[in-house]
């Protein structure tokens, strides 16, 4: 079952996301969905809330840098109460994009190298240090669990400017190629 996707002015995208009990009912099934629903909505990663679910999961595919970095081949992993233990290296740019933000695209600064503990869907315990597009992908996802948005590292006035492109998301007036849940005004 594909889930309609939550978009900007959805209080659920400025949650932090609950810690998943290991029984927790129906997990298997939401996995399921949430891989069902990245690939249709052409996601290289997504996070919980982005489902309408305030729960601390992401699962990412980030087999799409391959190109430049082969070792990404079959990175297709689903992290369960992630924990980011430290982030270091340099810093660097890349346009970022969001499901839950149609249609915009920024240049958004952070560090490299991410080091993260984490349950993957057979509850078995990660501790594993990741760097380049998938140390990229994996902070923008533990991001939407802490309520955060790309779009909170840019300036004031990069954020000015973006405005009226935020409102007519949380207006529905953007409307992308997958299914989005319209933020209740
Ligand atoms: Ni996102």
Redesign the pocket.
Known sequence: MKYPITVYGDSILRKKAEVIEKDAEGLKEIIENMWETMYYADGV?L?AP?TGLSIRLFVIDASTGADEEPELKDFKKTFINPEIIDLKGDTWVMNEG????PEIREDIIRPDTVRIKYLDENFVEHDEVYSGFAGRVIQ??YD?LEGK??IDYLSPLKKRLLKSKLNDIARGFVIPHYKIKIPVK
């Open positions: 990663g996070a982005q969001c499901l839950s933000l923008h996802e939407h948005l790309f």
